[in-house]
Structures are given as structure tokens and as C-alpha cells.
């Protein structure tokens, strides 16, 4: 049995039924996820402002910019709505999509951004891309597109849950549907995925982002996923490393 088929029986032993339990299974995973899903972006995040926000709801002798103070106490929001959501098992559908990233965002988008008529909660206006190849649905497109990804994650049979999370979060990232925060949007949405689909939670790490955003690139490029399955397995087992071994 591989590292990775360790942690998902030891998730799935877990029978994990509500918040509260999700929450404890999570136990400093959380903020895990918020630290390096945020320092991917944002070079200023740090794992211990991201714990005392997480743990205290505020930081002391902070001297950074205020925008990571933001961004890193959006986390935190966001990692409520997960744990609510999760014992309402709401489906991903557009409204839960525009609340994620409405929490992860609000009170961080740029002067430049704001005057342009964008807004957290609200899919983009204007034509932005990312990535090498400069990927990212027309703003005109992108509710349709968006829509057609959600419907294709309906009635997923829980032993397809990876591939089917890797396949969202590819073209997720594809779509580029917001003015910013799309990738910590895109993690947070799959991982709450894979939980509804009795899968641990996958911590992608920010010293590995090189081979990651190369995983992502393979699906912008070629459609092929396989780069991605094979990264978010060894992610799952990096995340799990210490449940396993005890």
C-alpha cells in the first residue's frame, strides 16, 4: 500500500460526519492550507502570523503590509464557511463558488481593480489570463463555462474523487473566472471537493508551487492531467505524513 492509499484509509476510517469532527480531523491542518494555499501567492505570509490569526484572531508587533494582514485573516473566514458548508454538505454551485471567493478577497483587491468595476463575489469584467500560456476564459464566457465545469462534478463516485478534483482544479485555474484570488479559491474549492467525497484534504506545499504550477501547465497546454493526479497523490501523502507514520 502506497503513502497515499494510507491516507486516504485513514481519512475514510475517520466516518467524519459533521463540522465539528471535520474540524478536529483537520487539527492545525487548517492552518496548514490557509499558510502555504496564501504564501503561494503572497511571498509576506507567514506560518506564524497565519497561527496567530487562526488561533487568536490577531497578531502581535505585526509590521508587514496591511493587504497580508487581510488576506491572511480571509483565510481564517474562509475556513468557517468550509466547515459550515461541509455539515450543510452544500453542492458546489455558482453561489458557494462567488462565497469562497468573496471571503478569501473582500478588502484586498487593488485601486487599479476597484476603479476597473471589479469586486470580490463577482465573476471578472475584464479580460485577465495567467500562467505561461496566458490562459483564462473572456469575461463574456466565463458564467457559461464556469457553469458546464460545475455540472460536469455532479454524481462523482467517491473512489473518483482525485481525478475528478484534479480535473476541476485544472480547469478551474483554465477558466481564470475572478479579477484575483483564483488559485487560492480553486485550492480551497477542491479540497472542500475531496471532503464531500470522503477524502483527506490536500495541503499543497509552497516550496514545491515550481512543480505544481508545471502540473497545471500540463492541462493548459496538452489536456493531460496525469501530471496533476500524480502531483496531488504525493501532496496528499507530504499533507498526511505524520498520521501515517503513527
Known amino acids: 500500500m502506497t503513502n497515499?492509499?494510507?491516507?486516504?484509509?485513514?481519512?475514510?476510517?475517520?466516518?467524519?460526519?459533521?463540522?465539528?469532527?471535520?474540524?478536529?480531523?483537520?487539527?492545525?491542518?487548517?492552518?496548514?492550507?490557509?499558510?502555504?494555499?496564501?504564501?503561494?501567492?503572497?511571498?509576506?505570509?507567514?506560518?506564524?502570523?497565519?497561527?496567530?490569526?487562526?488561533?487568536?484572531?490577531g497578531v502581535t508587533s505585526y509590521t508587514g503590509d496591511l493587504r497580508t494582514l487581510f488576506e491572511i485573516r480571509n483565510a481564517k473566514e474562509a475556513n468557517e464557511l468550509f466547515l459550515v458548508s461541509f455539515n450543510e454538505r452544500r453542492p458546489i454551485d455558482e453561489k458557494l463558488v462567488k462565497a469562497f471567493q468573496y471571503k478569501l478577497t473582500q478588502n484586498t483587491y487593488d485601486t487599479r481593480r476597484y476603479q476597473l468595476g471589479e469586486r470580490p463575489g463577482e465573476y471578472k469584467h475584464h479580460d485577465y489570463v495567467t500562467g505561461k500560456e496566458e490562459i483564462g476564459a473572456t469575461p463574456e464566457d466565463v458564467e457559461e463555462e464556469t457553469a458546464e465545469l460545475l455540472a460536469e462534478l455532479q454524481d462523482i463516485a467517491n473512489e473518483k474523487a482525485l481525478t475528478a478534483a484534479a480535473y476541476f482544479h485544472a480547469k478551474f485555474e483554465n477558466i481564470h473566472p475572478f479579477a484575483d484570488g483564483n488559485g487560492r479559491t480553486g485550492r480551497l474549492l477542491m479540497n472542500y471537493f475531496l471532503v464531500l467525497h470522503n477524502h483527506p484534504p490536500i495541503v499543497i506545499h509552497e516550496e514545491d508551487r515550481r512543480e505544481y504550477f508545471e502540473a497545471l501547465e500540463a492541462w493548459d497546454s496538452a489536456q493531460d492531467l496525469k501530471p496533476l493526479i500524480s502531483f496531488l497523490k504525493e501532496q496528499t501523502a507530504k499533507t498526511w505524513q505524520k498520521q501515517i507514520e503513527r
Open 4 to 57: 497515499y492509499e494510507k491516507a486516504v484509509a485513514l481519512w475514510q476510517r475517520r466516518n467524519i460526519a459533521n463540522d465539528a469532527e471535520l474540524s478536529e480531523a483537520l487539527n492545525g491542518h487548517s492552518i496548514a492550507f490557509a499558510y502555504h494555499s496564501g504564501k503561494i501567492e503572497n511571498e509576506q505570509i507567514t506560518y506564524h502570523d497565519t497561527r496567530e490569526i487562526f488561533e487568536h484572531d
